[in-house]
């Protein structure tokens, strides 16, 4: 059975950094893609981006710039960060597991974080 | 990027009868390697992460009831709930993982008529 626990900051000011990380347990690791997916209150779901186990990643272009996945494979863990936030990044974040290969639905979820931007 | 678009944006329906969500791309979805289609489709209730219910646009996830299906080829596609069941309220979101960015529709309410 997979688990995925996710923590980080739930509070933050403008231009501040999110930063979000979740650790897998069960499973394997290396072998899937791990996304980051955010959705604002209310309103329906955003892909922000995926890494895999050997550290490739591909970003969402709406939010490239601002976006850094990381992997830590001894962790079973990968992390978030997007920078300069603003009232605009507040939303649910999950993090989940896709599947292996050209199988990313995504079968696990994380139980969300509710990250709030407000000065 | 592939935009997503479901019909309708919310629909009601009887227990025991049947429900129909529409999900349209943009462009094909049909993933020549393995000529399956890269949709999937999603359950979210309240306060609860999305759960998957179909990937490969018609292949149902483990442990979901055989009264959820999938089906559909190229841009256009289909979930259907054979007879509605009072848990089976939620919102549905069809997703395409064809090709970077991800995209999913934007959802549809399914409630009890």
């Known amino acids: 059975q997979v688990e995925i626990q996710q923590w980080g900051a739930g509070l933050l000011k403008p231009s501040e950094t999110l930063s979000l990380t979740c650790t897998v347990y069960?499973?394997?690791?290396?072998?899937?893609?791990w996304s980051w997916i955010r959705q604002p209150p209310g309103k329906g779901l955003q892909w922000i981006g995926e890494?895999?186990?050997?550290?490739?990643?591909n970003y969402n272009p709406s939010l490239k710039s601002r976006v850094t996945i990381s992997v830590d494979t001894s962790k079973t863990q990968f992390s978030l960060k997007v920078n300069s936030v603003t009232a605009a990044d507040t939303a649910l974040y999950y993090c989940?597991?896709?599947?292996?290969?050209?199988?990313?639905?995504?079968?696990?979820w994380g139980q969300g974080t509710l990250v709030t931007v407000s000065s | 990027d592939i935009v997503m678009t479901q019909s309708p944006d919310s629909l009601a329906v009887s227990l025991g009868e049947r429900a129909t969500i529409n999900c349209k791309s943009s462009?094909?979805?049909?993933?020549?390697?393995?000529?399956?289609?890269?949709l999937a489709w999603y359950q979210q209730k309240p306060g609860q992460p999305p759960k998957l219910v179909i990937y490969?646009?018609?292949t149902r996830e483990s442990g979901v009831p055989d009264r959820f299906s999938g089906s559909g080829s190229g841009t256009d596609f289909t979930l259907t709930i054979s007879s509605l069941q009072a848990e089976d309220v939620a919102v549905y979101y069809c997703?395409?993982?064809?090709?970077?960015?991800?995209?999913f529709g934007q959802g549809t309410r399914l409630e009890i008529k």
């Open positions: 989940a597991r896709g599947g292996v290969g050209a199988t990313r639905s995504i079968g696990y």
């Open positions: 069960g499973g394997s690791f290396s072998g899937h893609s």
């Open positions: 890494i895999n186990g050997s550290g490739s990643t």
């Open positions: 462009q094909s979805v049909l993933y020549n390697s393995n000529n399956n289609n890269s």
């Open positions: 490969w646009a018609s």
């Open positions: 997703q395409q993982y064809y090709s970077t960015p991800i995209t």
